[in-house]
Nanobody, 122 residues
Framework: QVQLVESGGGLVRAGDSLTLSCAAS????????VGWFRQVPGKEREFVASIDRKGANAYLVRSVKGRFTISRDNSKNSVYLQMTSLKPDDTAVYYC???????????????WGRGTQVTVSS
């Protein structure tokens, strides 16, 4: 059974930093691309970042580029999203997901975690 479990969310102030983790089990983690998405109630889920199988290449959307970093540790079956200079607009539930190829398309991600809440106060 495939499981993705996010952790590290919380309530922080604008300008603070937070690191999210996603631990995977039940799959050969190193064979998957990993993505982070976020969703605000009432809005569609938004792609944030992705990383390739070896962690050599990463892609981040413009709104977080320069502030967020995605990385992975295949020995720990884990992926991370380091978030700095957080803004109230970053408030959302953050999800990790895995896909067979590099993509920002939600529909191509096969397995999803349940999400972790990040709230940034002003």
């Amino acid at each position: 059974q495939v499981q993705l479990v996010e952790s590290g969310g919380g309530l922080v102030r604008a300008g603070d930093s937070l690191t999210l983790s996603c631990a995977a089990s039940g799959l050969i983690f190193s064979t998957y691309y990993v993505g982070w998405f976020r969703q605000v109630p009432g809005k569609e889920r938004e792609f944030v970042a992705s990383i390739d199988r070896k962690g050599a290449n990463a892609y981040l959307v413009r709104s977080v580029k320069g502030r967020f970093t995605i990385s992975r540790d295949n020995s720990k079956n884990s992926v991370y999203l380091q978030m700095t200079s957080l803004k109230p607009d970053d408030t959302a539930v953050y999800y990790c997901a895995v896909a067979r190829a590099v993509t920002d398309s939600e529909s191509r991600y096969e397995y999803w975690g349940r999400g972790t809440q990040v709230t940034v106060s002003s």
